[in-house]
């Protein structure tokens, strides 16, 4: 039974699901699902912490200023890898996104359910709670990444049956096997995204001598992609600025070019599932044989990645749907249903 005080509180707020993203973060309020996707970048003073604009350059609006700053200005992506690689411009981060989910009321605090990588330190979990705490958050809950998806992918993860989920996002890639609303195996992969985007500006740049940033070889990604052939290649002309002379210009790459350069992370994250897959319990494994992979995060979104991924590991292999959203959804489903997934959660005390 609630206590009063509890009650009032749940009463008049908005409890909150956050995807604390390495590259979007989204955050999902009980019966209303998703109210907020956008990047997880801020816009500061340099060599401060001070957020532009009065505190609101963050998400789209700071996205604005990546890789486009005057010396004295930067943007930054204060998620490294999945875990938070700077405190307090973090805090500022959630500060603007539970503000604009709560609907900008500063003296009812909501109760926040985060989404966090699997086998992060109980340091970098603490990290996080307090995060949030400082940001405007009651009551902080943590849950592991993996679990989050796989209930949000709509996966029978609560039944006596082995369940495989990738969540292939900015930072980190999960993948983990999931039975009785428990993760069995797992690894987290500090190799998706990120990594797919910074290894097409390192082969353009070798290749073509053309130096690009992280937006445009992001852009390049999703235009000319692919994990495996395609049936009509893709030409995609890209800006930049040549490594040799200094000066702008431009280049034709070609989707060949950027599945060559996707080569490398690719079979990292596919050598990571066979990890998994490999320690697998017998009887759970054979589960997988009929309900197979099933993918989210932005990263399986890359063309042909479910095929590859099929043809390597002989299991059926599929994505979502909303594949980006699945992490978030899960973290909502918790919310709607906080009782009964109460002993899924870890909140500060676990972590004393």
Request: hydrophobic share 45%.
């Amino acid at each position: 039974m609630l206590r009063p005080f509890e009650w009032f509180m749940r009463r008049f707020s908005e409890d909150l699901g956050i995807d604390l993203g390495t590259a979007n973060t989204l955050v999902s309020i009980r019966d209303h699902g998703i109210v907020v996707d956008e990047p997880s970048v801020v816009a500061v003073r340099r060599g401060t912490n001070q957020v532009l604009l009065d505190g609101m350059a963050v998400g789209n609006t700071a996205l604005e200023y990546l890789g486009r700053t005057p010396p004295g200005f930067e943007a930054i992506r204060p998620m490294k890898s999945g875990v938070i690689a700077d405190f307090e411009i973090t805090e500022s981060m959630l500060r603007y996104f539970i503000r604009r989910a709560h609907g900008g009321r500063r003296f009812i605090k909501p109760q926040v359910v985060i989404a966090v990588p699997w086998g992060i330190t109980k340091v970098e979990k603490r990290t996080v709670i307090s995060s949030a705490e400082r940001a405007g958050a009651r009551r902080v809950f943590l849950v592991d990444e993996p679990t989050a998806a796989g209930i949000g992918a709509n996966l029978p993860v609560h039944e006596p049956h082995g369940c495989m989920i990738v969540d292939i996002g900015g930072g980190t890639s999960e993948v983990a096997v999931i039975s009785l609303a428990n993760v069995v195996v797992a690894e987290c992969l500090r190799v998706a995204g990120d990594d797919f985007s910074d290894a097409i500006a390192s082969y353009i740049r070798n290749k073509f001598n053309l130096l690009i940033g992280q937006i445009t070889a992001e852009k390049l990604k999703i235009a000319a992609g692919s994990a495996t052939p395609l049936e009509e290649e893709i030409d995609v002309e890209v800006r930049g600025r040549d490594s040799l002379t200094g000066l702008p210009r431009r280049a034709i790459i070609s989707s060949i070019d950027v599945r060559e350069a996707l080569l490398e992370p690719i079979r990292k994250v596919i050598a990571s599932i066979k990890n998994v897959l490999e320690r697998t319990p017998p009887e759970l494994a054979s589960d997988l044989v009929g309900s197979g992979i099933v993918l989210c995060g932005g990263g399986s979104l890359l063309r042909g990645l479910p095929e590859l991924i099929e043809a390597e590991t002989e299991l059926p292999t599929r994505v979502t749907d909303h594949p980006m959203e699945a992490v978030a959804r899960g973290t909502c489903i918790f919310l709607e249903n906080l009782e009964l997934y109460a002993q899924f959660l870890e909140g500060g005390e676990d972590l004393a």
